[in-house]
């Protein structure tokens, strides 16, 4: 049972005769979760600056019971046990803090089982998507320097490029946009303060991105547009370089959403994505812990080739973006280990499992050489550290592949071994699923290695391909549905 809550009008009225203190409607949503029998959970999600909550309930008609609420770090919000199970009655409200003051919020009653009561039901679109965009940088930037920005494909106007604006319209992209910030390009960036609640239909191959303390600078390429530039962080000249952003990848039409947050090219701030559907479905991905702690916590859990990718004060790149490189200072940084591989399996076979059927390879020269009962299928050389990192070049290579499915064979090979690479568990087929496996070598992708140990449940995509087997930060659910995303500071 969710519930988000917005101040009524005798608090409203208190507020402004500087009574104290009351709750605003962005600070933070609650509910009640039934988990098994006679137990449940209450929860507080706060999105302002909260270092405690005190809960305060009854069950049943009972006496008022008040405890001080645990922060759960996997769901990334406040939590408490209580003994209610279907059926039961429970009233609840809350006192937190946002930095000093704090805040009472008022008491709600639900029945666990039955539908939410009038007034805090989950407002679902009608069709597609409702992005409700939070301003969680805890005082750090107000919401007129929070900005986002939605581009991506029209489906219904021949994938025409477009931006998106407060009414959740698809607006071509047109030439003359990049001459409207006056910086040679297209500044389509809408702050928090304008509108942070926009309702999507449908729009393909999108991105959202977000930026504090100054809007983003995309470039409309051709005329007619046929494509746009996002920020290019190898680009010392280009506009975003000294901005502060992040984004968010997504493809939604009238039957699902299919989404994720990414650390594939860098970290800007934490991010995270709650997805609900009206189906059922409710998930959340991203981090929870602040920038600072982050930054932090990154130097001190790497070693000096990853330390480096932190560029304080903007972003944390990744390996890709940053020395690895072929030519670059520690562009041989994964060879021993890749080598190590190409000579194991030309003496022993290697059989892997996948979604498109089970496969048996061996190396052969520098070719590694996979076959079903179909045909046979090729990774076409032995990879590079950057090739391995970056999960391209001999990774995303259909030569000598027919056709159709055999094509979708060999990358999905392809795919699964260059995971295995990244996670260093190329060596054992029976790691290749075990995430407590991942990552043990002396060697390994340590960039990758941080953001699942410091992710809700540790799904993050770390690098490109970390959607296999399922671990990276992935969010799939039919629509209609809400993405709420929270812009961390």
């Not at 449940?40 to 405890?67: E, K, M």
């Not at 994505?273 to 990154?298: H, I, P």
């Not at 941080?450 to 629509?479: C, K, M, P, Q």
Request: proline share 6%.
């Amino acid at each position: 049972m969710f519930m988000s809550f917005k101040p009524h009008a005798l608090c409203l009225a208190l507020s402004l005769l500087a009574a104290s203190p009351c709750l605003l409607a962005e600070d933070f949503s609650n509910g009640v979760s039934h988990t098994s029998g006679s137990n449940a959970t209450l929860w507080f999600d706060s999105n302002v600056n909260t270092s405690w909550v005190d809960a305060h309930y009854r069950i049943n008609g009972g006496g008022q019971l008040n405890v001080r609420m645990h922060y759960n770090p996997a769901s990334g919000r406040y939590e408490t046990p209580i003994p209610a199970g279907i059926g039961s009655v429970v009233t609840s409200w809350f006192t937190y803090n946002n930095g000093q003051p704090a805040y009472d919020s008022q008491p709600v009653t639900i029945t666990l089982g039955s539908p939410t009561p009038p007034g805090s039901a989950i407002d679902f679109p009608a069709q597609g998507t409702t992005f409700n965009l939070v301003n969680g940088t805890k005082g750090a930037y107000a919401d007129n320097a929070v900005y986002w920005t939605m581009v991506g494909m029209d489906p219904t106007k021949q994938d025409a490029y477009v931006h998106v604006d407060c009414a959740g319209n698809l607006v071509p992209m047109q030439p003359g946009d990049n001459q409207a910030s006056g910086t040679g390009y297209a500044n389509y960036s809408i702050p928090l303060s304008q509108c942070k609640r926009v309702t999507v239909r449908q729009i393909k191959s999108a991105r959202l991105y977000l930026s504090v303390g100054s809007p983003l600078f995309l470039r409309a390429n051709g005329n007619p547009v046929n494509g746009y530039a996002g920020p290019n962080i190898d680009n010392p000249s280009d506009p975003n370089i000294p901005v502060i952003f992040d984004f968010v990848e997504m493809h939604l039409d009238n039957q699902a959403f299919f989404g994720n947050t990414t650390r594939v090219d860098m970290f800007g701030f934490p991010v995270r994505m709650r997805l609900q559907s009206k189906s059922g479905f409710d998930q959340t991905v991203g981090e929870t812990e602040s920038r600072a702690a982050l930054f932090n916590a990154y130097r001190a859990q790497t070693s000096t080739p990853f330390q480096q990718l932190a560029r304080s004060p903007y972003r944390i790149v990744a390996p890709t973006h940053g020395g690895f490189q072929a030519g670059g200072p520690y562009s041989q940084h994964l060879d021993g280990y890749i080598n190590a591989i190409w000579s194991q399996y030309s003496w022993q076979n290697l059989t892997i499992d996948t979604a498109l059927g089970t496969f048996t390879g061996r190396v052969v020269g520098n070719q590694f050489r996979f076959s079903d009962a179909q045909g046979t299928y090729y990774v076409n050389g032995k990879p590079s550290t950057a090739q391995t990192l970056a999960c391209n070049g001999v990774f995303a290579d259909a030569t000598h592949a027919a056709p159709g499915v055999a094509t979708a064979k060999q990358l999905q090979i392809q795919a699964q071994l260059c995971a295995a690479l990244n996670r260093t568990v190329a060596h054992d087929a029976k790691l290749w699923s075990r995430a407590d496996s991942f990552y043990q070598q002396q060697a390994t992708n340590e960039y990758s290695r941080f953001w699942h140990a410091h992710s809700i449940n540790g799904l993050s995509y770390g690098f490109s391909y970390d959607d296999v087997r399922e671990f990276s930060s992935s969010l799939t659910a039919a629509n209609p549905s809400i993405a709420t995303i929270t812009v961390g500071w």
